[in-house]
């Protein structure tokens, strides 16, 4: 490993390097160079092309950039500048929950025929999911006011629901959630295909979130969802997405993120 391999680091360089800190780092770097230039020529200098290097190779030289520099970009209303006008990208998709225990749940897919249980772990019944998946392609083609509404006539609550930073917001007595669209479609169609097999409601709801992990066609786009890794630039800013790397099932076309491997 030659010496800039070992200054290098790939988690903030490269594919992964994140244009705010980058655009920040240079900036500060720029500013206490000409600063100390004032003074010392030499030393300005020295810590112009030292702090470039470092920006360079290592993708900031400010420690906690990672934290501030989105946030800051943000505040000064530069966000679409560096490609982050979509909101929804920095933002967790949350998940409708219900107060059900979750060995409760399970039997009562089992006993339904939702699922059923082999040597290896659950699956997901063929009917179920023939159903389940042409629910998902019908939902795919409506656009976020239809779905919006198709949201607010699923949920067994009353509440507001509307499109919200390309996703879908729910507004209920119980809890008020954002939700990407793959994962709406994915739960409404959910909610639709477990009443169709006779599935209690509150069950239905809890169900949504684990169900996702039987998802094998993006609710969104329809590509193919796949067991990755994701990395939110900088590491991000909210729950989930503090840790740089994580496991999800996600679609391979549009990535859109179906389910949360490990938490
Ligand atoms: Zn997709």
């Not at 990672?66 to 998940?95: I, M, T």
Request: aromatic share 6%; with cysteine; glycine share 8%.
């Amino acid at each position: 490993m030659s010496l800039v391999d070992s200054l290098k680091r790939p988690e903030y360089t490269g594919q992964n390097r994140c244009l705010p800190c980058t655009v920040v780092n240079s900036v500060i770097v720029l500013v206490v160079a000409l600063a100390l230039g004032i003074f010392s020529p030499f030393v300005g200098l020295v810590v112009l092309v030292g702090g470039a290097l470092a920006v360079y190779l290592r993708g900031y030289v400010v420690p906690g950039t990672p934290e501030f520099a989105p946030q800051l970009v943000a505040a000064v209303g530069l966000s679409h500048v560096f490609g982050h006008d979509d909101e929804g990208e920095l933002r967790e998709s949350e998940s409708l929950t219900a107060d059900v225990n979750p060995e409760v749940m399970l039997s009562t897919l089992l006993d339904a025929g939702v699922l059923y249980e082999e040597e290896d772990g659950l699956y997901l019944a063929d009917h179920v999911r023939e159903d389940w998946e042409e629910t998902m392609a019908t939902l795919r083609k409506a656009d976020d006011e239809e779905l919006a509404d198709t949201v607010s006539t699923a949920v067994p609550f009353d509440a507001e629901v509307s499109p919200q930073f390309d996703g879908i917001g729910i507004d209920g007595p119980d809890m008020s959630v954002w939700m990407s669209r793959a994962q709406a479609i994915a739960d409404v169609a959910t909610i639709f295909a477990l009443s169709e097999q006779g599935v209690p409601a509150s069950i239905r709801l809890a169900a949504t979130e684990p169900m996702r992990m039987f998802v094998e066609v993006c609710p969104d786009c329809g590509g193919p969802v796949e067991e990755t890794t994701v990395r939110n630039c900088c590491g991000g800013t909210a729950g989930l997405y503090d840790s740089p790397e994580h496991a999800v099932l996600a679609c391979s076309e549009c990535d859109a993120v179906v389910y949360e491997l490990d938490e």
